[in-house]
């Protein structure tokens, strides 16, 4: 196999690490692969916090909703989708009176440029995963990182214009990470379509989900629980979860800041 292919299709995500630093030629090397990935306009409408004070990532562990690895992790990155730099940069460059003289009010960054940065954020952070999966580094994504904005805001002084969209952690994995089974994905045919989106049927969803219904078939006997089936339990333990929960608060907040005046 390629051997590009062969690191993307057997990556996996690794939380528990083995206790060795990353050296330093081999997160420059990270890195100046993340520094190439594609962007907008080539604007690189994103920025990298890296982690390295302890008490910070001992902060993430809580606020990140309970994840011990964090701390351990040797490396850390946090993304940021950022527009601020431009906004900046476009005040230095007199572009508010540039538009004064030209009876055109200066826009500020709206919803779409958020989205557009955090596109850019996000592909500098697989491009980063993926170069550290060839180095034999692996990495685990943080989503949590959108929870909780106040304290993550205080913590590394985040002005208006950024987002926490996604943080990294990387190290090198442990013999039984190294050895432990990658997840299933599922079909394409439920995910790749042509032309035109397809509703799924409940056919599809019996096909699609079999795998995963007959595992927690297996870790349902003798228990009793609410969910009897994927679906439920997806629900609770995901989608109606304080967690997830407290990330669509956090990310409306962020949105109320990101478009106030």
Aim: charged letters at 30%; a negative charge.
């Amino acid at each position: 196999m390629n051997p590009v292919l062969e690191v993307l299709t057997q990556r996996k995500s690794i939380r528990m690490y083995e206790d060795k630093e990353i050296g330093e030629e081999v997160r420059a090397a990270i890195l100046q692969a993340t520094l190439r990935a594609p962007t907008a306009g080539n604007m690189m409408l994103y920025s990298i916090i890296e982690v390295r004070d302890q008490s910070s990532k001992d902060i993430l562990v809580k606020s990140c909703d309970d994840q011990p690895f964090i701390a351990r992790a040797p490396l850390v990155w946090l993304f940021l989708a950022d527009y601020q730099r431009w906004y900046d940069y476009f005040l230095a460059s007199g572009v508010e009176e540039s538009c004064e003289q030209t009876g055109v009010p200066m826009r500020k960054p709206e919803e779409g440029d958020l989205f557009l940065a955090c596109c850019d954020a996000l592909i500098a952070a697989q491009t980063a995963v993926i170069a550290a999966e060839a180095l034999g580094v692996g990495s685990c994504y943080i989503g949590d990182i959108m929870e909780s904005y106040e304290i993550h805001k205080d913590l590394f002084s985040l002005p208006k214009y950024t987002f926490p969209i996604c943080m990294v952690c990387f190290g090198y994995p442990t013999k039984t990470q190294r050895e432990r089974e990658q997840p299933k994905r599922f079909n394409e045919k439920f995910i790749v379509f042509e032309d035109r989106y397809r509703r799924l049927t409940e056919g599809d969803f019996v096909e699609m989900f079999e795998e995963m219904e007959n595992r927690l078939r297996k870790i349902r006997e003798g228990s009793v629980g609410v969910a009897t089936n994927v679906g439920q339990s997806m629900y609770g333990r995901k989608f109606a979860s304080d967690f997830s929960k407290e990330m669509s608060r956090s990310v409306r907040r962020i949105l109320q800041e990101w478009t106030s005046e």
